[in-house]
């Protein structure tokens, strides 16, 4: 009777452990990819004091306005993952929006990310990681909700998400399960809250085209730029 017993009790105890095993939060094999992407596009704003993302054809970054000191037309240079520097100079800023864009003097050697064209939906399921100049977790985080944020006066419709930013983590990128940047981290320190930047999409597509014309610039000085 007691070895029965002692059979039943290891029985439920290995149900137990497996159910453990299978809510684990690490990152499936697929997933893994996806951060690895995420963080090779990933930038840090030089000097290091916020980050970015390099987007569409690899020769603009966007980031937070809020990170950006100089203006539109200035230099403003960005460390890769790997720690190779890039110079650029700062096409937008919108401070409305906190949302910038910045143009490299040559195309970064990384994998770079389309902007999504729609907003996220509430409920959907995104991938953060932040800054990759100093140690961090990748992140699975949820859209929580689309609502008014009082330092974002010009979005109507920021990301209340579930992520955990650290302080200098302003601007880094907040990806769809298609790896579209959806959005960039408004505050470090905790903040949960990112400006969309589906409105951001056409904009650099006309940017990205500007560079394909003949006789474009090819990554000098550098005109106004939008929402300035």
């Known amino acids: 009777m007691r070895a029965r017993r002692l059979s039943r009790v290891a029985g439920v105890l ?6 453990g095993c299978g809510s684990s939060k690490k990152p499936e094999d697929g997933t893994s990819q996806d951060f690895r992407t995420l963080q090779d596009a990933t930038v840090t704003l030089f000097p290091g004091h916020c980050a970015g993302v390099v987007v569409e054809d690899g020769r603009h970054a966007l980031t937070a ?5 100089v203006a539109p037309g200035e230099r403003q240079p960005v ?11 700062v096409k937008v800023v919108d401070p409305m929006r906190d949302l910038a864009v910045i143009r490299f003097d040559e195309a970064a050697p990384v994998r770079p ?20 100049d100093r140690p961090n977790e990748p992140q699975e985080v949820e ?3 689309l609502g008014r944020c009082p330092s974002l006066p010009g979005v109507p419709q920021a990301l209340f998400t579930s992520l955990a930013g650290e302080k200098g983590d302003s ?9 579209q940047v959806v959005g960039l981290v408004h505050g470090g320190a905790a903040c949960s809250i990112a400006t969309p930047t589906a409105d951001m999409a056409p904009v650099l597509h006309t940017l990205v085209a500007e560079l394909a014309r003949p006789g474009a610039e090819q990554g000098v000085g550098g005109s106004g730029g939008a929402g300035q």
């Open 171 to 179: 601007g880094a990128p907040v990806v769809d399960r298609q790896l």
């Open 14 to 19: 290995a149900v137990v452990a497996l159910a």
């Open 79 to 89: 460390v890769l993952r790997n720690g190779r520097m890039l110079s650029g100079v």
């Open 113 to 132: 990310l389309h902007v999504a064209a729609a907003l996220p939906i509430p409920g959907e399921g995104l991938l953060f990681f932040g800054r990759t």
């Open 143 to 145: 859209l929580k909700r």
């Open 65 to 69: 306005a809020h990170c950006i000191d």
